[in-house]
T-cell receptor
Framework: GAVVSQHPSWVICKSGTSVKIECRSLDFQATTMFWYRQFPKQSLMLMATSNEGSKATYEQGVEKDKFLINHASLTLSTLTVTSAHPEDSSFYIC??????????????FGPGTRLTVT | GDSVTQMEGPVTLSEEAFLTINCTYTATGYPSLFWYVQYPGEGLQLLLKATKADDKGSNKGFEATYRKETTSFHLEKGSVQVSDSAVYFCALSVDYGGSQGNLIFGKGTKLSVKP
């Protein structure tokens, strides 16, 4: 159990366009979802935390108007990279956790989405 | 601030060799410590964890002991297999008032095991 999926697994977009990445918890209700960014040979950096039905909390230095996060249901969160530029090219990973039951204290990770902006 | 430092890779070993991946941390509170593994093309999976000093986490032959005196959580396995080839991340979270804090990750160590 506790499977998290992401879609798409990879995407190429042109500079100036927007791209949406979906994160779904397939077999549990995720009260909290997290979005990370991972650069090559670098650690995962937390971008934002979102609780279902609430506005996301962004980490310092992350532009909330550029990285729009929506967590409208207990099984789906989306990250939209608006007006993407080549420096936004990265590996984006989501994770989900639940305060409802035995998954309370653990994050379950999606497989990641590789974004390339040309 | 809170941080995690782990040995840089890549690490290349022969099958059945002994594995150690060092991890040290700094934290202002009382952290829980984790090792995550990322197999090629897959998401991060929790490998093992320890929530207090002297706890030993273990799973799939891997072990790590929470050493408060040396602020370390080194990952070990006595005999690695080709299937252990992956990237390993050390991480911590500091709990506040009963709620789990955010995970802070090390940079990851890529392990390649040759037959």
């Amino acid at each position: 159990g506790a499977v998290v999926s992401q879609h798409p697994s990879w995407v190429i977009c042109k500079s100036g366009t927007s791209v949406k990445i979906e994160c779904r918890s397939l077999d549990f209700q995720a009260t909290t979802m997290f979005w990370y960014r991972q650069f090559p040979k670098q650690s995962l950096m937390l971008m934002a935390t979102s609780n279902e039905g609430s506005k996301a909390t962004y980490e310092q230095g992350v532009e909330k108007d550029k990285f729009l996060i929506n967590h409208a249901s207990l099984t789906l969160s989306t990250l939209t990279v608006t007006s993407a530029h080549p420096e936004d090219s990265s590996f984006y990973i989501c994770s989900a956790s639940s305060a409802l039951s035995l998954y309370r204290r653990e994050q379950y990770f999606g497989p990641g989405t590789r974004l390339t902006v040309t | 601030g809170d941080s995690v430092t782990q040995m840089e890779g890549p690490v290349t070993l022969s099958e059945e060799a002994f594995l150690t991946i060092n991890c040290t941390y700094t934290a202002t509170g009382y952290p829980s410590l984790f090792w995550y593994v990322q197999y090629p093309g897959e998401g991060l999976q929790l490998l093992l964890k320890a929530t207090k000093a002297d706890d030993k986490g273990s799973n799939k032959g891997f072990e790590a002991t929470y050493r408060k005196e040396t602020t370390s959580f080194h990952l070990e396995k006595g005999s690695v297999q080709v299937s252990d080839s992956a990237v390993y991340f050390c991480a911590l979270s500091v709990d506040y008032g009963g709620s789990q804090g955010n995970l802070i990750f090390g940079k990851g160590t890529k392990l390649s095991v040759k037959p």
